[in-house]
């Protein structure tokens, strides 16, 4: 063997994600050392690292890099899907802070693992091989397990646990099948090595019926993470199962860092094979939108609700990966940019749902809201209509572009089943206001004071109000980052 | 021209208007009170605006006016462009002019969340006079939809015991076919590269894309109408809704579906508005006739008010669809006629609903003896709906059947006996409420119109008569964009249109 090559300046384009795994780390230390949980020490202390991990991000030089011999990439896509990672993980943590300790959950734990989590999605979006990719979605998947299962003493939570576990084993299993069948079949698990091979292979017309099955495989395992129909089946109930500040994370984050890998793959190593995964992901998003939905109606809990409704948006990000051009990618992006700042507010509102100091989670809890609490009801108003894709708020916006992209490509009828969809959720979204607004209230919920939840609340409504405002900036970053992925694709 | 952007300023007064009501604070009748007269202010100031615009108005020319375009979402090709012409001119008129009336029709019938009422009507006047003036399709898209945020809050809210029921089906019905909307306008941005209006009016669809447009904005249109079969959601939606919230749906948003014919489909795709005109007049008959039957049965004034409004709306359509300079000069008449007539009745409804709390026909009687001034402002209201001479029921009606006669005496004939019907049932309502036995002792006591109502009806009865007898007024302003909307459809017609690509369509989905 030779001396292995290592060169420190290899790791200043991973230095967001080193010093985030040292920080956990450090933090669990520390946290191990607190008497009594320490958690309010240790969430701060989380919020810092995942800022200063931000500003890295933010500071680092977007240019294409690869180091650790091709294994992990970071350029302009990844970088801004990292940030938006880091804000939802931050905003997680904001929202939750308080709802813990209500809960007795303030387990130092719990912020130290959101924290690995982070360091898994990073190293998911940043990945250039399967390897990598494996390495990083295990680390997230596995903390995101134990988060499921923290109330270890409830029930229901530690239920939410063991199918997420199980399920995602099953989706873990299909991955590697089909990393191992892509290896099989191409002959390398580097993404440039096999997006090399594979544009060989179509120009003549010798793709391996194997290589296309093993990608189909892994696409189905991404499909699990991202929570699209038919692969949806574990969403509601570890929705509704987990603590309802898991819940969050789970609707806010993971997803966002499953598109952005979603994106990588299917436009980097397996872009010659366009047409065989478009009719794979025309489906996945046709079914999520419907399924999502005609699902949603019939829900009585917020939070099986909320899981619904991320089956239909993922349906609708999906939309803009269907379309395969960069606009499409743009449009994608920016759709969960803003279902993901839109789902941050939701589930502000719905952490504030107590009533006499116990969590409540049925949506008839809500009634008669905007006479107790206005200042929330008017807030949960605005998100349901943006939700619904109602002008001029944030959500409208998301849904324009994507479908915009999606009729340029040609895809009519996707467009038009995606756009009754969206009048089918919106009934959910509708009886929400209306519960809120018509209805009266039993009981009225506590009221309480939570200043970092507030201010996640309010940074949402700002967005999603006054994005008609300002559309062009947020769409300019979108583009230059499908930009990077899609260089020479139109 | 004037050197201020007089339709931003119309558009997003009320807005400004309605973050000012937001920012009261302190005793809460003190705040219902200062509300309203913001709102009442604003919407006169508002007023006062619309006027000026009107005054300096150019009706001699068809292009567009006050004009303002600014850059907004370039990488979409969006921008914020806002004009008017004859077209639109009066649309936005008519809202500025229903608001405060609405605002004073609400002055003491809403009891509950004054505040919000307010906000709510501030801002849905601010989404409706921005319908009218988008020139740009997105930027129309918004407003237009925007409209239904309100709208649905104003009937769930405020709205009578089935207002649940009224407000999803409203606003579920309107989004569906909007969606579709959406989707057509999208399509148009594809093809035309463009979103602005005037670019897209003047680039040629092929023809059988514009089969496929045509039946997308005919899905958002018909409903907003609404045409016969899918009017379904307005009866429930009027008869819910709080009065002023009925005046503002029967006033302009059934507006917004005749101006989106005018606005899109006629001239942008002028060749399918050909193939399917055909077929709009006999559902415009079967909307005139089927819904006055309809009317005739109805026990509830608001009910039957809604329908007779969807039998004046097949008019209008028919108009429209005659194609003729005439036929959509009645339209556009009907339309603005309608809006001042049709809301005029849902207060002198809500007028008697204020005192006896009920909107059953059979509840009244005899009531010309206690309420003789309520008697006579009903009766010329009811008139003008019938179509009388002299009002401006008249107008609009006489030149759609004009028009309809020149393309087809069949079509004409039937659409005529809508007239014949639409007496029947305005004056049978008329005679069971305000004549007839005074059978009920409590309708016998009610007091006449107070001042505050008389001064709402004053306007009204003014522009009704006003009108009728100088319809002038309206159609010398409209006359030059409306034949300018012909000819661009006749040009429309001429150009043969290459059989370009056929869109990548549907054929070469993967079908799961």
């Known amino acids: 063997m030779t001396a292995a090559v290592w060169n420190w300046s290899e790791i200043i384009p991973a230095l967001p994600e080193v010093f985030l795994a040292v920080s956990a780390m450090v933090l669990l230390v520390l946290g191990a050392c607190q008497k009594n949980g320490g958690l309010k020490l240790i969430g701060t202390l989380s919020v810092a690292a995942l800022a200063v991990a931000m500003v890295l991000t933010l500071k680092a030089d977007w240019t294409p890099v690869t180091v650790f011999s091709g294994q992990f990439l970071s350029d302009g896509f990844s970088s801004y899907m990292k940030i938006l990672v880091l804000g939802g993980l931050i905003a997680t943590i904001m929202l939750s802070m308080r709802y813990l300790v209500q809960e007795n959950m303030g387990r130092f734990e719990y912020p130290v693992l959101i924290l690995l989590a982070g360091v898994g999605m990073m190293i998911m979006l940043s990945a250039n091989s399967f390897l990598s990719l494996y390495v990083g979605l295990e680390l997230q998947s596995l903390s995101l397990y134990v988060l499921a299962a923290i109330r270890r003493d409830d029930a229901k939570s530690s239920e939410a646990g063991l199918k997420y576990f199980v399920l995602g084993a099953l989706a873990s299993g299909m991955l590697l099948f089909g990393i191992s069948l892509v290896y099989g079949y191409v002959g390398a698990v580097g993404f440039d090595a096999v997006a090399d091979t594979l544009a060989a292979a179509t120009a003549e017309g010798t793709v391996a019926p194997g290589a296309i099955i093993g990608m189909v495989f892994i696409l189905v395992a991404i499909a699990f993470k991202v929570s699209a129909v038919p692969f949806h089946m574990w969403t509601p109930d570890v929705y509704e199962g987990a603590p309802t500040s898991v819940t969050a994370l789970f609707a806010i984050v993971p997803k966002v860092a499953a598109i952005g890998l979603l994106m990588r793959l299917l436009f980097d190593p397996f872009v010659s094979l366009m047409p065989d995964w478009q009719q794979v992901v025309w489906f996945l998003s046709a079914a999520s939108m419907a399924w999502g939905g005609f699902a949603g109606i019939v829900q009585g809990n917020i939070k099986r609700l909320f899981a619904y409704s991320s089956i239909g948006n993922i349906g609708f990000a999906l939309v803009g990966i269907v379309a395969g051009t960069a606009d499409g990618v743009a449009a994608s992006i920016l759709y969960m940019t803003i279902y993901m700042i839109m789902t941050a507010g939701t589930f502000g509102i719905i952490m504030m749902m107590r009533r006499n100091g116990v969590a409540v989670e049925r949506i008839t809890d809500l009634a008669g809201l905007s006479k107790t609490h206005p200042a929330c009801a008017y807030a949960m108003t605005a998100l349901m209509f943006s939700m619904s894709g109602i002008p001029p708020l944030a959500g409208f916006f998301g849904k324009l572009v994507v479908f915009q992209a999606l009729i340029a490509s040609g895809f009519y009828v996707l467009a038009v089943l995606g756009l009754v969809s969206s009048v089918v959720a919106a009934y959910y979204y509708l009886r929400i206001i209306k519960v809120m607004f018509f209805d009266e209230a039993e009981a009225p919920l506590d009221r309480e004071s939570a200043p970092m939840r507030t201010l996640v609340l309010t940074l949402s409504i700002i967005f999603i109000a006054g994005f008609v405002l300002v559309p062009e900036t947020l769409m300019h970053t979108s583009q230059e980052a499908a930009a990077v992925l899609l260089p020479a694709n139109d | ?512």
């Not at chain 2, 006591?445 to 008569?465: G, T």
């Open chain 2, 1 to 512: 021209m004037l050197d201020f952007p007089i339709l931003s300023l119309l558009t997003f007064l009320p807005l400004l208007g309605a973050a000012f009501i937001l920012t009261i604070r302190g005793e809460p009748e003190m705040v219902a009170r200062n509300a309203k007269y913001v709102a009442l202010y604003t919407s006169l100031f508002v007023l006062a605006l619309a006027g000026y615009m009107l005054k300096n108005f150019d009706g001699s020319s068809g292009d567009f006016q006050f004009v303002e375009k600014v850059t907004w979402f370039p990488s979409l090709g969006i921008s914020y462009h806002m004009g008017i012409d004859g077209i639109s001119v009066f649309f936005v008129a008519l809202s500025a002019f229903l608001t405060p009336i609405c605002i004073l029709a609400s002055w003491d019938s809403i009891k509950k969340r004054v505040k919000e009422y307010m906000v709510a009507f501030m801002v849905l006047e601010t989404f409706m006079i921005g319908t009218f003036c988008a020139l740009d399709t997105v930027l129309f898209y918004i407003f237009f939809e925007a409209v239904l945020i309100p709208m649905f809050l104003i009937i769930g809210i405020w709205g009578g015991p089935r207002r649940v029921y009224a407000a999803f089906k409203f606003f579920l019905y309107t989004l569906l076919g909007s969606v579709l909307m959406l989707a057509a306008l999208l399509a148009l941005y594809f093809h035309a590269g463009s979103t602005d209006i005037p670019t897209l009016i003047a680039s040629p669809v092929a023809r059988n894309l514009q089969f496929w447009l045509f039946i997308a904005f005919f899905a958002s249109f018909a409903v907003k109408m609404p045409m016969w079969p899918v009017h379904t959601w307005l009866p429930d939606a009027h008869v819910e809704a709080p009065t002023a919230g009925s005046v503002i749906l029967a006033g302009v948003l059934l507006k917004m579906g005749g101006y989106g014919f005018l606005r899109f489909s006629i001239p942008m795709l002028p060749e399918a508005a050909e193939y399917f005109a055909p077929m709009i007049y006999w559902m415009s008959i079967a909307a005139i006739i089927i819904t006055s039957l309809i009317a005739l049965v109805q026990e509830d004034m608001k009910k039957l008010i809604a329908y007779s409004s969807v039998a004046h709306m097949g008019f209008v359509t028919l108009g429209i669809f005659t194609l003729t300079a005439q036929g959509v000069q009645g339209g556009l008449f009907q339309m603005i006629s309608h809006g001042v007539i049709s809301g005029a009745l849902f207060l002198c409804v809500g007028v008697v609903y204020d005192r006896l709390h009920t909107r059953e026909i059979s509840r009244y009687g005899g009531i010309v003896k206690n309420m003789p001034i309520y008697a006579t402002v009903f009766m010329l209201f009811m008139l003008g709906s019938v179509g009388l001479p002299g009002t401006s029921g008249f107008v609009g009606e006489f030149l759609v059947l004009l028009g309809a006669y020149r393309v087809d005496p069949v079509v004409a004939f039937f659409a005529a006996t809508g007239v014949v019907l639409g007496a029947a049932y305005m004056l049978m309502l008329y005679r069971r409420v305000v004549f007839g036995p005074a059978v009920h002792q409590d309708a016998g006591e009610m007091q006449d119109l107070n001042w505050k109502e008389l001064v709402n009806f004053v306007p009204l009865v003014a522009l009704v008569l006003w009108l009728g007898i100088l319809p002038g007024v309206v159609l010398d302003k409209t006359a030059a964009s409306v034949n300018k909307l012909i000819s661009q459809y006749e040009a429309g017609l001429v150009v043969t249109t290459p059989v370009d690509e056929p869109p990548r369509d549907a054929v070469q989905e993967p079908v799961e």
